[in-house]
């Protein structure tokens, strides 16, 4: 391997294998702006949702409306949001400006507990939501509402 | 009733009442800006999803990441969207101009017809996705695929 050809062909593969590396890692982390995106997105589709299942508590109740809405909202609730919330997306345009605060980023411990009420009270809404007893959806539905709002004082500016 | 004064007044609280009932029925019926921001949040969030599924069958495979990003596209599609295709909302900005093509608001059967079998691959596809098996939820995952591309064909325009 001491051989000036063979050393420069060794260099060479290894950068090559470097090149094909970097690009898979590439294609695999999406781009900050995409991740804002997404999770701009999903808490669009969350308040779509909850909007339903309000109209539902306040107005003519439909079971099967507010399973649907609810079983969207735990999903996405379930669905390791806080992954959209990597380093490097602390400022950035998804569909508009981020409004998380740099606390989302900084204080990862109480972010994570407040994702955690989040889901297990959109679980629980559900849950209450399957058995059709629209004054229990209502209590529940009240509970979620306050981990948005925990959750939006703490980590989210006003926009 | 005859006498003018209590007609005037009649008049004037039948005004009124229908005043109120406009306020409450605007109230209820978000703009079609935010019908647009909706589906398109959604049609994100199902995107984001189904990367997930697909860098699953594609890559290392964790059962609990595919059943998560199953359930999120199975309950959106579960969701009423087409309700986000209303009359109004054929042109418009969301998060950004509609791809909607005018077909989705003219060919109402054929566009439910897709919804339908997008809804239909996607509640399998989360049901494959609970028993592990990699093998067939590549293959359900392919299914989905090709009822995203076929309604994208018909009803979506390049962006």
């Known amino acids: 391997m001491n051989h000036p050809i063979k050393k420069f062909?060794?260099?060479?593969?290894?950068a090559g294998a470097l090149a094909?590396?970097?690009?898979?890692?590439a294609q695999q982390a999406p781009?900050?702006?995409k991740l804002i995106t997404w999770r701009?997105?999903?808490?669009q589709v969350v308040g779509w949702s909850f909007g339903r299942v309000k109209a539902n508590v306040e107005g003519q109740y439909n079971k099967d409306e507010v399973v649907k809405a609810a079983n969207v909202i735990a999903a996405v609730s379930n669905s390791s949001l806080s992954?959209?919330?990597a380093p490097g997306t602390e400022t950035g345009k998804g569909t508009h400006e981020t409004a998380a605060k740099p606390e989302?980023?900084?204080?990862?411990?109480?972010?994570?507990e407040a994702f955690?009420?989040?889901?297990?009270?959109?679980?629980?809404l559900a849950k209450v939501a399957a058995t059709g007893d629209a004054a229990a959806v209502k209590e529940q539905f009240g509970k979620v509402g306050r981990t948005c709002k925990g959750c939006h004082d703490d980590f989210k500016a006003k926009e």
Chains 1, 2 share one sequence.
């Open 9 to 14: 062909v060794a260099v060479a593969l290894a």
């Open 20 to 25: 094909v590396a970097a690009s898979a890692i």
């Open 31 to 33: 781009k900050p702006e």
């Open 40 to 43: 701009q997105s999903a808490f």
């Open 83 to 85: 992954t959209l919330f």
């Open 104 to 112: 989302v980023f900084k204080d990862t411990e109480k972010f994570a």
């Open 116 to 124: 955690g009420n989040f889901k297990r009270e959109s679980n629980e």
